[in-house]
């Protein structure tokens, strides 16, 4: 229980002899090894009563519930990562705009040039319209 060398609880028995004297020195042992007894006798019976409570389910219930409360919050905080995420967000409004811009510039035939015309201030004559 206690981490004592032997050197340790020969300077311990010593410095009791020399304080109690050897009358008293073996009324003190028995005193000292009772109360080291009832000390053990009620951390046994607190763990007994930990051990107890423990498997009554009061304190696996309570886990339970702890658990149950972390996975809820673990997927809130996905569900919101994922909405926020500007990097998605950017690549969607990318694809959308190319899908946009690829419909609109679509290549096209090339159209044949358009034909000068000659512009003349000259008077036609008049046909008649029996010539024709």
Known sequence: MFDFSLGEMLVIIIIAILFLGPDKLPKAMVDIAKFLRQVKRAIGSVQDSLEKEMNAGEISHIKEEALAYKRELLQASDDLKRTTDMTALGDHLTNLHD?????????QAPQP??????????KKPKQDSADV
């Open 99 to 107: 899908e946009v811009i690829g419909d609109v510039q679509k290549p």
């Open 113 to 122: 040039a358009p034909v000068a015309e000659k512009i003349t201030f000259e």
